[in-house]
């Protein structure tokens, strides 16, 4: 009746769920200040993007004054957020 399917248990289920709900975002914000290539290196170097994917982030920064450049758990988020806001680029969590 249920083949090969995976069938969840609640708990499963449950943590699945909690981890969705504890997702945070790490906002870039428009500083007017800084370079591209500055913001795409600390991107590279901070976040692990691809130079492309950061190149991105940055334009879509500058644009639309803000990007959401990484989701995750917030122990792996807030160390991200504390490096981009030791480079002197402002940045946030939501």
Known sequence: MFGSRDIRTDKEESDVISDLLNRKTLMLINDDFHTFDFVVD?????????????????????????????????????????????????????
């Open 42 to 94: 600390a991107l590279v170097d901070v976040c692990e993007h691809e130079p492309d994917q950061a190149e991105q982030c940055a334009y879509i920064t500058h644009y639309k004054g803000k990007c959401d450049v990484k989701k995750g758990k917030m122990s792996t988020i807030k160390p991200m957020r504390d490096r981009l806001a030791e480079k002197g680029l402002k940045v946030n969590i939501v």
